[in-house]
């Protein structure tokens, strides 16, 4: 299990969030189009210049943010043992997780006054939506669910006797 949960954070999740670092870098207004509920696109649309360009700032900020994440995890799960280091990095990454999939949730599943979306409405979304929604929630659902795991069944790295000196 150890080894299948360390293929898909290097073959899966690292390639992932590779993509959305580059996404977020060089195309960030449509990055941040492509995350947004199509009723919230008229509110972006009708920002003016100078708050356009912060949306921007920070939605490369973003993509910086996943590009380190993308690369330390890369670099971690690389290397040989190191069970320490990999649940030091999984376990904020399981916290972030969590926050990650409330923000969606709540942007994606309730109206801007506090209320539920209504269940009929999800039969107009768009694929984009759909993509959306299913990035950011069953993903990162699935993605938590391995870190768990991870923490709970990799096995410290042996301790490497010491030689002896004469």
Sequence with gaps: MERFITNFFLFGEVPLTLIGAFYALLAPVPFIATLLPKRLLPSML?????MTEIVTFCA???????????????LI????????????????????????IAVFAKVFLTETDGSWVALDSYKTWSGDEWTAFSTNIPL??????????????????AAVPSKKRV
């Excluded at 009708?46 to 100078?50: M, N, W």
């Excluded at 990162?140 to 790295?157: G, N, Q």
């Design 77 to 100: 799960f690389l290397v040989k043992g190191q069970v320490i280091s990999k649940k030091s990095l999984i376990l904020p990454m399981a916290i972030a997780d969590v926050i990650h």
């Design 60 to 74: 490369q900020i973003y993509g910086l943010v996943l590009l380190l994440l993308a690369l330390t995890e890369l």
């Design 46 to 50: 009708s920002l003016d210049q100078p």
């Design 140 to 157: 990162i659902l699935v993605m938590l669910l391995l870190r768990i795991i991870y923490i709970a069944v990799a096995k410290p790295d």
